[in-house]
């Protein structure tokens, strides 16, 4: 079987550049959720909106009895989406980028419950669709 390898270079060249944008993205919002240096505006909408999220997890609360401070529950997420989006960007390990996109699919899937069961209208959830698209 002979392999095409210009097919094979294109495919890395858009992998490539499709991690390198979702790392940075991943990023961007982890750094808007841990300090205001970049927006304090959105900074401070997003510290209300985790002050909201922090009363809506009821996992933890109903199964472990964990009550989660809304500042740890913010910082836990932008330290973790953060650290993910690092890995995509400058770790040059395949297992170490799939564990950080399932870590990213699954807090994008969070996001979206949370956003839902706070009864936020679809131009709000958007957002958080936005890195599942095509």
């Given amino acids: 079987m002979k392999l095409n390898w210009t097919l094979w270079r294109s495919r890395s060249i858009v992998l490539t550049a499709l991690s390198i944008f979702l790392g940075s993205f991943f990023i961007l919002m982890g750094v ?6 970049i927006s304090p505006e959105i900074h401070r909408e997003l510290r209300r ?3 909201h999220f922090a009363k809506l997890t ?3 609360t109903t199964y ?5 401070p809304a500042r740890f529950y913010r910082i836990g997420w932008g330290t973790i989406e953060s650290l993910a989006g690092f ?10 980028k799939i564990i950080a996109n399932i870590i990213l699919l699954l807090l994008t899937l969070f996001s979206i419950y ?9 131009d709000q959830k958007f ?3 936005f890195p599942l698209s095509p």
């Fill in 49 to 51: 909106n985790f002050i």
């Fill in 64 to 68: 472990f009895g964990w009550k989660i």
């Fill in 87 to 96: 890995i995509l960007i400058f770790i040059p390990f395949h297992r170490l």
């Fill in 32 to 37: 808007l959720k841990l300090s205001p240096i």
């Fill in 127 to 129: 957002p958080n669709l």
């Fill in 114 to 122: 949370n956003h839902h069961s706070a009864g936020h209208r679809f």
């Fill in 58 to 60: 009821p996992i933890l």
